[in-house]
Nanobody
Framework: QVQLVESGGGLVQAGGSVRLSCEAS????????MGWYRQAPGKERELVAR???????NYADSVKGRFTGSRDNAKNTMYLQMNSLKPEDTAVYYC?????????????????????WGKGTLVTVSS
């Protein structure tokens, strides 16, 4: 089991910045990619940024150039630096961890395990 706890959300004015954190605990050894997703009122959850274990990051087009995702694997923590925020960025932001199956004392590279989710943190951007 992996537990994910997000922090850093709140109310910010348009044009401002917020930094979100996601700390993973539990059976973290087999975490592969981690990602940030968001869900705005009345909308489906969408990918914001996904970071592989090697640090390669993919972003949604709507946040490219404004948001930066990063991971500190030693601390089992992922971050999302959000700059130039817009009212349309208002959403609950969720942390996601993808895992691979355990193999002896390690983990399979490609055999997918469970996905885990945090409870989310609300970011509200006022105009």
């Amino acid at each position: 089991q992996v537990q994910l706890v997000e922090s850093g959300g709140g109310l910010v004015q348009a044009g401002g910045s917020v930094r979100l954190s996601c700390e993973a605990s539990g059976d973290t050894i087999c975490i592969s990619a981690m990602g940030w997703y968001r869900q705005a009122p009345g909308k489906e959850r969408e990918l914001v940024a996904r970071i592989t274990s090697s640090g390669k990051t993919n972003y949604a087009d709507s946040v490219k150039g404004r948001f930066t995702g990063s991971r500190d694997n030693a601390k089992n923590t992922m971050y999302l630096q959000m700059n130039s925020l817009k009212p349309e960025d208002t959403a609950v932001y969720y942390c996601n961890a993808e895992t691979t199956l355990p193999s002896g004392s390690g983990c399979y590279a490609l055999r997918k395990g469970m996905d885990y989710w945090g409870k989310g943190t609300l970011v509200t951007v006022s105009s």
